[in-house]
């Protein structure tokens, strides 16, 4: 892609999330407050910080929707059927998980911050407007945080979020992680265009949501060397990939393991990876 091309598009990315605009009609904010809805606090890595590591399984899901009538078609096994997916989290609440959000995550690592008893995070990839449509009102429902990872360049694409839904799950009380710009396969790219879509794409979220953001996924869980350093340049504390695991550690605090929920997951399998059952592959989608 031209460079001058992806020097537009990103400027159309940071003037859409800045804008104005309402987005689409979930439950009213006071629902739900999670730990984002207050006061942002700036965040930084304590000097000397000892290798500290916590088991938090970190659920990945993609899409929420009826396959058959999505309009942005997924791979199939990204997608999670509504019902199911309500079942999946009714099921963790009734079994005494509590969801919790990355600046809880950072503060047990870093801080040896009390985490709640079974702890588990959600996190949704890709930025489908499925995340205000289907998945936050159950998050609402049962009293749940999770981390959406979005495409800053999908803004004005149909079937994606849109700046101001992004906002509204700010402002319900989520965590806004940072996929990309344009959701392609870091390694492959030179110096400049991963800047942009690392670097750039968090100040693309920033200057909408109005603070600073700590966390990133790699779009199809590749990374290298030089992708995980341009992720630290960026000021990214929380990275995940796409490897299965369930331990959180400041060893590798920016390739964080997580668990693939596929659509051939049940609630039995979900509960059966939180437990510490063996967990899927990651998906290549990311």
Do not use: N
């Not at 990103?10 to 009609?25: E, I, K, P, R």
């Not at 930084?44 to 500290?52: D, E, I, L, W, Y």
């Not at 088991?55 to 199911?84: F, M, N």
Request: aromatic share 6%; glycine share 8%.
């Amino acid at each position: 892609m031209p460079r001058l091309h992806v020097q537009l598009l990103a400027a159309a990315c940071a003037v859409a999330l800045a804008g104005c605009g309402s987005g689409s009609s979930t439950a009213p904010p006071q629902a739900h407050r999670g730990p984002q809805a207050r006061p942002f606090q700036p965040l930084s890595v304590p000097a000397g910080a000892p290798t500290h590591s916590v088991r938090v399984p970190i659920l990945t899901y993609h899409r929420v929707h009826v396959w058959a009538t999505e309009l942005t078609k997924s791979v199939p096994d990204l997608t999670v059927e509504p019902q199911e997916f309500a079942a999946q989290m009714a099921a963790l609440a009734r079994a005494g998980y509590h969801t919790v959000s990355q600046r809880q995550l950072f503060e047990a690592l870093y801080r040896g911050a009390a985490l709640p008893p079974k702890p588990v995070l959600i996190s949704v990839d890709d930025g489908y407007e499925d995340d205000v449509t289907q998945i936050l009102p159950v998050l609402q429902r049962e009293h749940m945080v999770a981390t959406f990872y979005v495409v800053t360049g999908r803004f004005h694409e149909p079937g994606f979020l849109t700046a101001a839904q992004v906002r509204e799950l700010d402002a319900a009380g989520m965590d806004v992680g940072d996929h990309t710009r344009h959701h392609v396969a870091l390694p492959a790219l030179g110096s400049a265009l991963l800047e942009s879509e690392v670097a750039g794409s968090r100040r693309d979220l920033e200057s909408g949501l109005g603070h600073p953001v700590y966390w990133f996924a790699y779009p199809f869980g590749e990374l290298d060397a030089a992708t995980v350093a341009a992720v630290r340049r960026a000021g990214y504390l929380l990275a995940a990939t796409t490897r299965s695991g369930t331990v959180e550690s400041t060893a590798a605090p920016l390739e964080m393991p997580r668990i693939h929920v596929g659509r051939a997951a049940t609630v039995a399998g979900v509960l059966g990876f939180v437990a510490g059952a063996s967990a899927p592959a990651g998906a290549t989608a990311g």
